[in-house]
């Protein structure tokens, strides 16, 4: 069975989920949004853009956020199954987990100071990254839309909140260290989110952040309709990360490129600062003119 047969017998229907527009840029409020491309990866009709005054990409028309929790509970992993050719759910996705959550652990702890007393996962799924950080007396918290996968995460001894991060309301609690962790890309509003993490960080604590770099994806894809899909509402570079940072009053205090295309970002509270807008700009010209630049390449 080819790929694409296999991704039709997952029987999801983009047509027929409730959509929404997206008129403004979640980072600069810009409106000057420029279409690239109108198909994803998987196939589905998807319109991806990009502002043309700071470089972030976006889903719109997409998904509202009743659509996509529909979509994570049933239909994101075999989905994400049939593109890759091989069975990934709750349980398969902890073996590829692992490995990343040790790598993580080894570059925190020779970044942080202290061991932190308190994590808090978002978008953590099974839990398998929060549990490197585990130790007695500190239960992480994992929050996720997946009830599957939480239930996993309980089982292993994880307190688990089901829902969205900017829907996630936990009163006066704080935390240490804060994960955000290839999952910035899947947010409804990143800016929100990261306010909200700021927010939620006790005196002294951090956060980590991850980012899969859009322009990464597009030079090892070698077209835009490669470099997205469905489940991403939000593209990043490093620039437009440093930008949302800056926004959200976070400052960088550690950094990493790992091998699959992801920027790593040990983050410290810090006064809320306006971006390199000049910088952010050139990168977007750049991006959308390398777009222009593979697609006429390709004819």
């Known amino acids: 069975m080819s790929r694409a047969e296999r991704i039709e017998a ?42 043309a005054r700071c470089g972030l990409g976006l889903l719109s028309p997409r998904p509202t956020a009743g659509a996509y929790a529909a979509f994570y509970r049933d239909v994101y992993r075999p989905l994400v199954s049939a593109y890759h050719g091989r069975h990934i759910d709750a349980d398969t996705v ?27 996962d978002v978008g953590g799924s099974t839990g398998v990254v929060a549990a490197a950080f585990a130790r007695d007396g500190v239960r992480p918290t994992v929050l996720d839309p997946a009830p599957d996968e939480l239930a996993v995460a309980q089982a292993a001894g994880m307190e688990v909140v089901e829902g969205f991060a900017e829907d996630f309301e936990p009163g006066e609690r704080r935390w240490e260290l804060i994960l955000l962790c290839q999952t910035i890309d899947h947010l409804l509003d990143v800016n929100a989110t990261l306010h909200a993490i700021r927010g939620l960080l006790a005196p002294g604590g951090y ?27 939000y593209y990043l570079t490093r620039t437009t990360a440093l930008g949302f940072f800056a926004r959200a009053g976070l400052e960088v205090v550690g950094e990493r490129m790992a091998d699959d295309g992801h920027w790593g970002f040990v983050l410290a509270a810090a006064q809320e600062r306006e971006p390199d807008w000049e910088a952010l700009e050139r990168g977007a010209h750049a991006f959308l003119a390398d777009v222009w630049r593979r697609r006429a390449e390709a004819r």
Do not use: M
Not at 10 to 26: K, Q, S
Not at 29 to 41: M, N, P, Q, W
Not at 97 to 112: E, K, P, T
Not at 212 to 228: K, M, N, P, T
């Open 10 to 51: 997952v029987g999801y229907d983009p047509a027929a989920v409730a959509l929404e527009p997206v008129e403004t840029c979640n980072l600069c409020g810009s409106r000057h949004l420029i279409e690239v491309a109108r198909r994803d990866r998987y196939g589905y009709p998807s319109a991806l853009a990009v502002c």
């Open 94 to 120: 902890q073996e590829e987990q692992r490995g990343y959550a040790a790598q993580l652990h080894d570059f925190l702890d020779n970044v942080l100071s202290a061991e932190p007393a308190s994590v808090l």
């Open 207 to 233: 956060a980590f952040v991850d980012v899969l770099d859009v322009s990464w994806v597009l030079a090892r894809q070698g077209a835009i309709e490669g470099a997205y899909k469905v489940d991403h509402p």
